[in-house]
């Protein structure tokens, strides 16, 4: 068994928010050599295309390509490794594609309009974006989930051009991440990552077309990268480490709820795992739960330093406090692991994702459940929403003034234009009012 050193707060203490805000703080580390070698790389892609664009995948990736053609996946290609992975992978990624997508309908939204008495229509015409990039880590990681719940968002949005890169070291592609791009309808696929791909995306090469919005995650010089390139095109948000706050009254079962925490853990020693109940004595049973399984996780030294430099309980004085506590926290996934899950999820504000129930593990969120696992992190979800179809469309107000219309507006526009100085405003609008009989 091994022992683990788990923080314990607690409402009761005086100084329990002072404590929750120190166990929360994280923010990602401000490295200049980074910032300056995502500038250099940014710089020359935007301005030597191409070359700048082969030579940088040749000196991080290793991959040498005489010519830029060369790193995109062709058609037959990919129709090849569609064929060639197996049977049950396919068929698990066409499933958790077909509910991704399911739900993702339920999201799209058509434009509207009303029209006033006077015969003024006003509305708001919603179209898709023309293009959009799509980042996708590779490397030692392959997230073909994050290919599907990127992708496919998009394509129910009614993207004209779905482009995703992913990094292919050595030349060594992921089979399954190409196949999970070929199911959710990528366009074209390029072998390249890091910031040269974000580059790419966001001014276009010879080969690369610029796109209008970049999501997916990254590493440090790929959300660095979008960071900066942020104003050329659009991007997702800047995630932070992943995180899960588990709420559970003393019925729940401990082992069930110590691979919930691993299964955040695992990500990276930057993960937090958060459980938070009213009985002190079940807090620690999942503790012993968590001891006991360590040892058999293949993962077990990143989930040990996650769990003990940035997970922790918290104990609360009952389940309507620790609604407060998740408020406060506003969790990227959270678990309601009680028996009546929906008499408190009226009450909840702040949180990415919520799992209702005791049978409801977050890792069906992360992968076939349907709704996006794209969330914000770090507290942002007191101000942001899971990923969607609604990132992938534009909104243009329609506005259409009859002549009864323009007079009545005008006069209005022409008053408030005045009182701010504009004189201009207010001719223009003087000259559509009705002649006074």
Known sequence: MTRLSIPMLSTHSEHFSQELRQR??????????????????????????????????????????????????TASEREAVLNRIKPEDRGALEKAAQRIRVYHEKQNQASWSY???NGTRLGQQIRPM?????????????????????????????????????PTPDGVRNDLVIAAAEIAGADRIFTIGGAQAVAALAYGTELIPKVDKIVGPGNIYVATA??????????????????????????SNPDWLAMDLFSQAEHDENAQAILVS?????????????????PSMSRREIIKASIEGRGFFIHVKNLDEAVDVVNQIAPEH??????????YLPAI??????????????????????????????????????????????????????EQGASELGEIASHLARGEGFEAHARSAEYRLKPVK
């Open 24 to 73: 929360l703080a994280w923010e990602s580390v401000a490295d200049h050599e980074v910032e300056e070698t995502v500038r250099e790389v940014l710089a020359a892609v935007r301005q030597d295309g191409d070359k700048a664009l082969l030579a940088y995948t040749h000196r991080f990736d290793r991959l040498a390509a005489s010519q830029a053609v060369e790193l995109e996946v």
């Open 278 to 294: 009213d009985d002190k004595a079940f807090l620690q049973s999942v503790q012993a739960s968590m001891e006991k399984l360590l």
């Open 115 to 117: 029209t006033e008495e």
């Open 226 to 251: 979008k960071k900066m390139v942020f104003g050329v095109v659009g991007i997702d948000m800047i995630a932070g480490p992943s995180e899960i706050l588990v709420l559970s009254d003393a019925n």
């Open 130 to 166: 023309d293009r959009v990039g799509v980042y996708v880590p590779g490397g030692k990681a392959a997230y073909p989930s994050s290919v599907l719940m990127n992708i496919i968002p998009a394509k129910v949005a009614g993207v004209e051009e779905i482009i995703m890169v992913v």
């Open 334 to 343: 959270l678990e309601l692991s009680v028996s009546d899950p929906d008499q």
């Open 349 to 402: 504000r702040h949180a990415g994702a919520i799992f209702m129930g005791r049978y409801t593990a977050e890792a069906v969120g992360d992968y076939c459940a349907g709704p996006n696992h794209v969330l914000p992190t770090s507290g942002t979800a007191r101000f942001s929403s899971p990923l969607g179809v609604y990132d992938f469309q534009k909104r243009s107000s329609v506005i259409y003034c009859s």
